[in-house]
């Protein structure tokens, strides 16, 4: 379900013993299915049988309170807050449903559950790496190392370092402070410290030698380490696209989601690959939309995303996900001007192969002004220019 085959997850329940087929467990199950099927109904109806098989169930109770909410019900809050209450229950559910307010677009609530789940457990790493994550999610990644830094300040030797290194990577992936997260980095030993130091370089420009760090990495790493492991291949694949070679760059990333199915930029960068030739698509379309569902607040995902529809001759779901993007960029508390310019570009270009001009220059005109000095803002000048 998590990959978006629902077709062999639910030939997988059917395979269910008929003794365990109406267990909380199967019903659960069923919701998802139900859901990933947009029966929103028949999945409220799967979950509700569920928990009542299993009170305690945090993911029945996570599938009562979207489907409630893709069915407009007004109680879903107070619900969880009432199951919350009546059980000893981690951090999950609260920050799971938090995430469900932002997907709805609901992102100050949202933030607000996040921390008060965190401030519930104040002593828990879990929460706070969830809150960490659910702030770099949702466009304000130095927000998430403020708090990760704040309490390495108050943690053990052993915590303090996991701490520092996770804002390290957050730094990284936000493309801010790369520099000295390559300094904390080279300061530390590990495994870990080797993966950021391979990023950091990576981000930093320098592919020959970050490849070489990660390629050298990745042979040392136990098997176990399969999370680290798919980081490296990441990194090995951006710097095999960098030096031109999208085959090797392809093998890197699909090794990269064997290693890590939620590996959502690997997906990104596999559609954005294979959409440029017309035979391929077609599946950077389908992993286009695998990228989309694991991370939907992602503006550069729908970007991709658009791209890919475009290719497959369906201009008016391109433009739905670029505006998409562009709605998510607008609301990241941060700006990247130069990926949300070349993104509105593209939306441009399609409208005036369209022949809709006043909405063309309307985004071109936009762009220069929200991404002046980037090569997006050129591109934007041309366009104008050409009418």
Not at 19 to 34: E, P, S
Not at 268 to 288: K, P, S, Y
């Amino acid at each position: 379900l998590e990959l978006g085959d629902v077709t062999r997850a639910e030939r997988h329940l059917a395979d269910v013993p008929a003794a365990l087929q109406d267990t909380a467990g199967a019903w659960i199950l069923r919701g998802a299915v139900r859901l990933a099927r947009g029966d929103a109904v028949g999945a409220l109806d799967a979950f509700e049988r569920g928990l009542r098989l299993d009170p305690s169930c945090a993911t029945g109770v996570l599938g009562v309170a979207e489907s409630s909410l893709r069915l407009g019900r007004q109680d879903v809050a107070e619900r969880i807050d009432a199951w919350l209450g009546a059980h000893d229950a981690d951090e999950a559910v609260a920050l799971g449903f938090a995430r469900m307010l932002a997907r709805r677009g609901h992102i100050d609530e949202a933030l607000r559950r996040a921390r008060t789940a965190r401030e519930a457990r104040p002593a828990s790493e879990t929460a706070l790496r969830h809150l960490a994550a659910f702030l770099t999610e949702h466009g304000d990644p130095m927000a998430a190392t403020v708090e990760l830094t704040r309490a390495a300040e108050r943690a053990p030797s052993e915590r303090r370092t996991r701490l520092l290194l996770l804002a390290g990577r957050i730094r990284v992936r936000a493309g801010t402070e790369v520099q000295a997260a390559l300094e904390l980095a080279r300061s530390q030993t590990g495994h870990e410290a080797r993966t950021l130091e391979s990023e950091c370089l990576a981000e930093l420009g320098d592919a020959d030698a970050a490849e070489l760090m990660a390629a050298r990495e990745v042979e040392r790493l136990p098997p176990s380490e399969r999370a680290l492991a798919a980081r490296l291949r990441y990194v090995i694949g951006c710097a095999s696209y960098h030096r031109g070679s999208a085959d090797a760059a392809i093998a890197q990333f699909l090794a990269c989601l064997d290693l890590d199915p939620l590996h959502a930029a690997a997906a990104n960068n596999l559609a954005w690959i294979w959409v440029r030739n017309a035979a391929t698509a077609g599946r950077g379309l389908d992993m286009a939309r695998r990228a989309t569902a694991l991370t939907p607040l992602d503006p550069n995902v729908w970007d991709t995303r658009a791209a890919c529809e475009l290719a497959m001759h369906d201009g008016p779901a391109a433009e739905q996900s670029w505006r998409r993007a562009e709605s998510l960029f607008a609301g990241q508390p941060r700006q990247r001007p130069a990926l949300r310019g070349a993104a509105a570009m593209r939306l441009a270009s399609y409208l005036a192969s369209e022949k809709r001009s006043d909405e063309a220059r309307a985004v071109a005109r936009d762009v220069m002004q929200r991404a002046a000095g980037t090569p997006a803002a050129a591109k934007a000048r041309d366009l104008l220019g050409a009418y």
